[in-house]
C-alpha cells in the first residue's frame, strides 16, 4: 500500500509540472498582468524606496530625528515604543494614511499602533497623528 501511494503521489506531481510547464500561449492572461511593480522596501540605509515615496512613506528616522519620533509617540502611550522597530514602521506606513487623507486617518493610526493586548483609542490616534505631522511626516501637514 506504501509504495502504491507513493508512486501515486509521484506520477501526480510530475503531471502536474508537466501541465504547468505547457501552456498554449505565452501571453499574460486578464488576471496575470505582463509587468508587476516592485514590492515596496526600504533600502539598506533606511531610504525609502521609489514605490514607498509615491505613496508618502518617509525615510525610516535615525539620530535625533529618531530619538524626537520615539519621544513624542511615546508621549501618547509609553507601550507603543517597547518595540522601536514596529513603532517606526507603523509611523511611516501611517504617513502614508495621512497623505490620503480620509475621515478615519485617527482611527487607523489606534489600529496601527495598538493590538488586542494593548488596544487605543481614536482619541490616541488622533494624538498619534498630530506627533507624525510634527516629527515623521511633517510633510502631511
Known amino acids: 500500500m506504501r509504495r502504491t501511494t507513493s508512486a501515486l503521489l509521484a506520477a501526480s506531481a510530475a503531471a502536474l509540472l508537466a501541465l504547468t510547464a505547457c501552456s498554449a ?21 533606511g531610504e525609502s524606496s521609489t514605490a514607498e515615496k509615491a505613496a508618502g512613506i518617509p525615510d525610516a528616522p535615525t539620530g535625533a530625528e529618531r530619538t524626537a519620533y ?26 502614508a494614511s495621512l497623505a490620503g487623507g480620509g475621515d478615519k486617518v485617527d482611527w487607523a493610526a489606534a489600529q496601527r499602533f495598538g493590538n488586542d493586548t494593548q488596544p487605543l ?7 498619534l497623528n498630530e506627533a507624525l505631522r510634527k516629527t515623521l511626516c511633517p510633510a502631511n501637514s
Open 25 to 45: 500561449e505565452d501571453e499574460p492572461t486578464a488576471s496575470a498582468p505582463a509587468t508587476s511593480a516592485p514590492a515596496a522596501a526600504p533600502t539598506e540605509d
Open 121 to 127: 483609542t481614536d482619541a490616541q490616534g488622533k494624538q
Open 70 to 95: 520615539l519621544a513624542a509617540i511615546k508621549a501618547v502611550d509609553p507601550r507603543i515604543v517597547e518595540d522601536p522597530e514596529k513603532a517606526i514602521d507603523a509611523g511611516r506606513n501611517q504617513c
